[in-house]
């Protein structure tokens, strides 16, 4: 038996299914975008597909349904690509392997993608089903979101014509979503002096760390393991000689890093002096934050190495200009309570012999906030020798004073469960933000199923609550009228 038919909602996760078996990490949608426009063509359905790699799918109102206001659904194609630190899986060749653990339906060893997959797979699910009676629909699926909205930001919207829009990435469900910040990606390059060495060296890791969302989960101060180990290896260099050989951490820029790994070449004569510091930072380091990172390990093996590596001095230079980088929250809203309105994120790091690099994911509601801090950064990276690149720039979604859709879904949500909605501004970016700025008009919310662990092998999909949101959805379809 599929796994889609062990659920209770086999229309919607037979194409969630079939999704996950499709590679569709950022920057690798086309496969994906073949399968969609492949979808519209079987059901006869006009559909156009862009060079960003967007896919947008229109289907006639049902009978008797022609003069009610067109609604836009909307989701992302790509997925975050995340694994367990040693296996061996490539994101661009190989498929999801799905399990159903109770009510949750989980990835072996990799995030789960259903951050947008549940979104397209419903969308496809109304698409085929000619029984239901809805509105005209316009079914927007966009490209790279996960790295700066990058689809939504080149979509002609021109011929996408309607009075509400049903944004489906939304993480948890009884919540209705009515504003979010605006962002931008930052990417820094440090060209690095270095020159040919050999010795011992030290293969270095710190693992175990929460990680999550840079956006939904950056006012838990989750411990960045690029800075954590950076941090480390920084205090190390204070008083030895030791050499950069190489450093990684993270997969994307709104992703808190929950790993990170460095090669560092020891000093002639003093590796046990270099190991026994090193233990001794480390154990300290390990000790502050593992009342709120119970599983951070920090772990090093010796090994022989003759290669390019970063001189001392160069080292201990980069290793203090990524701990001035300012990282985490920067400010809350002082208009709604508990919001985050300014944040930054250093997503990925990559240092090898020659070159440096250093991404940011920037977040606020304030855009003279955004630039503050766009500004830091860029003066920073300068005074270091090092350029910037922005990209990815998108508008805040700002709350709308009076909103038909929001009282309508509110409505419909307690008919059917017995419980108000919860409505929130988030700090996380969602490509509403473009669509209201280009048709500031129309009526948005945006919706979604429980999910859990997003950007993270840990994450997980509530079957249940998928069940839930597609009947809610399928009701607010129903209802939505002139």
């Not at 990925?348 to 906030?369: A, K, M, N, P």
């Not at 859990?452 to 092998?457: D, L, R, Y």
């Not at 079957?463 to 607010?476: C, G, N, P």
């Amino acid at each position: 038996m599929a796994l889609w038919e062990q659920t209770p909602v086999p229309e919607v996760f037979r194409y969630f299914e079939e999704l996950a078996a499709i590679p569709h990490p950022s920057r690798h949608v086309e496969k994906v975008g073949d399968y969609c426009e492949a979808f519209a063509r079987e059901h006869n359905l006009t559909y156009r597909r862009d060079e960003a790699g967007n896919i947008v799918i229109w289907k006639a109102a049902s009978s008797g349904r022609e003069k009610d206001p067109a609604v836009i659904l909307q989701g992302h194609l790509d997925m975050v690509p995340a694994t367990e630190e040693g296996l061996d899986f490539d994101f661009t060749r190989d498929s999801l392997r799905l399990v159903i653990e109770g009510d949750h339906l989980t990835a072996e060893g990799t995030t789960l993608g259903a951050d947008d997959g549940i979104a397209i797979a419903m969308c496809l699910a109304v698409l085929a089903d000619d029984q239901l009676s809805h509105p005209a629909l316009i079914c927007v699926f966009t490209a790279d979101e996960e790295i700066g909205m990058l689809g939504a930001s080149a979509l002609d919207m021109s011929d996408i014509k309607a009075d509400y829009m049903i944004n489906l990435d939304q993480e948890e469900e009884g919540v209705i979503t009515i504003s979010c910040a605006g962002g931008v990606t930052c990417r820094s390059v440090f060209p690095v002096k270095s020159r040919e060495e050999s010795g011992k060296a030290l293969r270095i890791r710190a693992a175990g760390l929460k990680g999550g969302h840079s956006g939904a989960e950056i006012h838990l101060h989750r411990t960045n393991a690029c800075r954590f180990l950076a941090g480390i290896l920084k205090e190390v260099s204070d008083s030895m000689d030791i050499s950069m050989i190489s450093m990684t951490g993270g997969e994307a820029d709104n992703a808190i890093p929950p790993m990170a790994k460095a090669e560092i070449l020891l000093p002639a004569g003093k590796e046990t002096a270099v190991m026994d510091l090193l233990k001794e930072v480390s154990d300290k380091a390990v000790k502050e934050i593992q009342n709120y990172e119970p599983e951070v390990q920090i772990g090093w093996e010796l090994m022989d190495y003759s290669g390019p590596v970063s001189e001392p001095a160069e080292t201990a230079r980069l290793l203090s200009v990524i701990g001035s980088m300012p990282d985490g929250v920067q400010a809350m809203s002082q208009e709604i309570e508990g919001l985050v309105e300014t944040s930054l994120n250093l997503g990925i790091l990559r240092w090898t012999g020659g070159e440096l690099t250093v991404t940011h994911s920037i977040r606020s509601s304030v855009d003279l906030s955004k630039r503050d801090i766009m500004k830091q950064i860029s003066d920073i990276v300068t005074e270091a020798g090092g350029t910037n690149t922005f990209s990815g720039d998108y508008p805040g979604w700002p709350v709308r004073s009076e909103s038909q859709l929001q009282n309508l879904a509110r409505s419909v949500w307690k008919a059917q469960n017995g419980e108000k909605m919860r409505v929130e501004a988030i700090h996380a970016g969602l490509e509403c933000g473009l669509f209201s700025h280009q048709m500031p008009e129309m009526d948005i919310i945006s919706i979604g199923p429980t999910m859990v662990g997003i950007h993270t092998p840990k994450e997980y999909l509530s079957i249940s609550s998928t069940e839930r949101v597609w009947y809610f959805l399928l009701e607010l379809l129903r209802r939505i009228s002139g």
